[in-house]
C-alpha cells in the first residue's frame, strides 16, 4: 500500500532513508544494468511521488526546495533513480498549470496511489529539441489519434502513463496522457548510453493510439502568461547534476583516505595528508557546495514566484536563479567526477569500484541542453537587463 506523506520535514526524511538503501547496489546495477524496477516500486510505496500533489487533493504540496533536495539525495545515491521522476513531476505542474478540475482530481488520485508518469517529449530529426512532428489527429466521436515516434523517453518502460507532447490540429503544443499498455503504444528498451544507464531512456512508438479529449491538455497556454515552468523542469535536472556532484566528492574522498598512496616528495604517511591533494579536494568541495547554495537559492526562487504568479520580475528571477544553479551543477559534476581520479592515483581506474559512473553520468545528463546558453542569458541579462525566454527550457 502507497503511504501519503504528510510535510516537507518528512519527504525529505523518507527521501535520505531511501537513498541510503538505493545506494548500496548503485555500482552493480550500473555495471551490469539492472534497471531498478524494484527501487522504483519503493519509490512509488513510499508516497513520494505524490508529494507534489496539492494540499487540496490531499498531498503534502512541498515547496520546490524540499523537492530539489529530495531528488538531489536520490541522485546521490544513484543518479538513474534520480532522473527518472524528474519527468514524473515535471507533468505533474503540467497538470497544475493547466489541467481541468476533472483531469486534476483523477491524476492527483492516481499519483497518491503511487502511479507513475514517465515521459515522451524529445524527438529525433526535427530542427531542434523545440520542434515536434508527434501529432493528434481529430476524430468524429471527439477523441483524438495519436503517431509519433519519441525518443530518449526517461521513465517511460517504467511509467503507468506515458504523457506526450504532441501537435493539435492547429499546430498548438498539446500533453496527451497515455497509459503505457495502450492499444498501438510500444515501448523499446534501447537505451544505450555511456552513463544513465538505468534510465531506460529509449524509444517510444504511438501508432494510431486513441486519445480520449479529456485526457489531453492545452499546454502551450503556459507560455501566454508569466511562467516559472521552464525554470521548473530545468531546476530539477540542477538537482540530479549536484546529487552527482556530491556522491563523486564523498566517494572520491573516501577512496583517497583508504586507497591513495601519497607521492614520495610529500613526506606524509597518508594522501589524505598531503597539502597538495588537500588543496585540490577543497576546490572540488567549493564546487559542490556552491552548486548546492544556488540550488537551494533557485528553489527558494520558484517558491516566491509560485505565490505571485503574476508577476514577470520573479518570474525572470527564477529562471535566472535556476540558469545559474543548473551551470555550477553541471561544472561541479563533471569536475569532480573527472578531477578525484588524480587524487587516488591508478588504482581509482580497476574494474569493480565504479568511480567512473559518476563521470560517465554527469556527462550523459548534462548533455541535456547546453550550458552555453545558460550563461547566455546570464551575460545577457547581467549586462543588459534582458530578461530569460519563456521557452520552457531555461
Known amino acids: 500500500m502507497t503511504q501519503v506523506i504528510a510535510d516537507d520535514a518528512e519527504a525529505v526524511a523518507v527521501a535520505a532513508e531511501l537513498a541510503a538503501k538505493f545506494a548500496r547496489e548503485a555500482v552493480l546495477r550500473d555495471a551490469e544494468r539492472i ?20 494540499r487540496s487533493h490531499g498531498g503534502a504540496e512541498v515547496s520546490a526546495r524540499t523537492l530539489g533536495e529530495v531528488v538531489r539525495l536520490l541522485s546521490a545515491a544513484d543518479a538513474s533513480i534520480g532522473q527518472i521522476p524528474q519527468n514524473h513531476f515535471f507533468f505533474v505542474e503540467v497538470l497544475k498549470e493547466n489541467g481541468t478540475a476533472m483531469q486534476r482530481d483523477f491524476f492527483y ?68 496522457f497515455v497509459p503505457h499498455d495502450a492499444p498501438g503504444v510500444t515501448v523499446v528498451d534501447d537505451w544505450d548510453g555511456i552513463g544513465q544507464r538505468g534510465t531506460a531512456s529509449g524509444t517510444v512508438r504511438f501508432e494510431d493510439v486513441n486519445v480520449p479529449a479529456d485526457r489531453v491538455v492545452p499546454h502551450h497556454l503556459t507560455f501566454e502568461r508569466p511562467e516559472v515552468f521552464g525554470a521548473f523542469g530545468q531546476f530539477l535536472h540542477a538537482a540530479v547534476d549536484t546529487g552527482i556532484a556530491r556522491a563523486a566528492l564523498e566517494e572520491g574522498g573516501e577512496l583517497i583516505r583508504t586507497l591513495a598512496r601519497p607521492w614520495g616528495e610529500s613526506g606524509v604517511d597518508r594522501a589524505s595528508e598531503e597539502p597538495l591533494v588537500i588543496q585540490q579536494f577543497g576546490e572540488l568541495a567549493l564546487l559542490v557546495r556552491a552548486a548546492e547554495a544556488l540550488l537551494d537559492r533557485a ?14 520580475d520573479l518570474a525572470a528571477e527564477a529562471s535566472l536563479a535556476v540558469t545559474a544553479a543548473r551551470a555550477q551543477a553541471d561544472t561541479a559534476a563533471l569536475t569532480v567526477a573527472n578531477d578525484v581520479f588524480a587524487l587516488i592515483g591508478t ?48
Open 35 to 54: 534497471l531498478p524496477r524494484t527501487e522504483l516500486d519503493e519509490l512509488s510505496g513510499s508516497g513520494l511521488l505524490g508529494i507534489t500533489v496539492p
Open 109 to 176: 488520485s492516481e499519483l497518491l496511489a503511487g502511479r507513475r508518469f514517465g515521459n515522451a517529449l524529445a524527438e529525433k530529426g526535427t530542427r531542434h529539441a523545440l520542434e515536434f512532428a508527434t501529432r493528434l489527429a481529430p476524430r468524429p466521436d471527439g477523441s483524438y489519434t495519436l503517431t509519433g515516434t519519441k525518443n530518449y523517453s526517461t521513465g517511460a518502460l517504467f511509467a503507468h502513463w506515458i504523457p506526450v507532447f504532441a501537435l493539435a490540429p492547429d499546430d498548438s503544443l498539446t500533453a496527451a
Open 299 to 312: 528553489g527558494a526562487a520558484i517558491d516566491a514566484a509560485h505565490r505571485a504568479p503574476a508577476d514577470e
Open 347 to 394: 588504482r581509482s581506474v580497476t574494474a569493480g569500484r565504479g568511480l567512473d559512473r559518476h563521470w560517465r553520468n554527469a556527462r550523459t545528463h548534462t548533455l541535456h541542453d547546453p550550458r552555453r546558453w545558460k550563461i547566455q542569458h546570464l551575460g545577457n541579462h547581467a549586462l543588459n537587463g534582458v530578461h530569460p525566454p519563456a521557452n520552457g527550457i531555461v
